[in-house]
């Protein structure tokens, strides 16, 4: 069975979200793997590359980790909006 993709094809709905993120906190992909690994997530900057760019699926866990770095709701991460904002 064919894993499932985005209407556009891609492999996971954070990446515009993250890549916005990382800029909004001027992190480059190393920084926000350091602080990841820091903070007990095990992620390296291909993993951050792979995901930016839609190479990557993202699991709960690493959507976690974004969600609690970043100091975001997990809808905002796929939505692009905060829970209980009108879209």
Known sequence: M??????????????????????????????LSCRLQLAGYDMDKNVIKRIETNQRYVTDLELQAFSRIFHVSYDYLIEGRETGKDP
């Open 2 to 31: 064919p894993k499932p993709r985005t209407k556009t094809g891609e492999k996971n709905l954070i990446s515009q979200q993250l890549i916005a993120l990382r800029k909004q906190y001027n992190y480059s992909q190393r920084d």
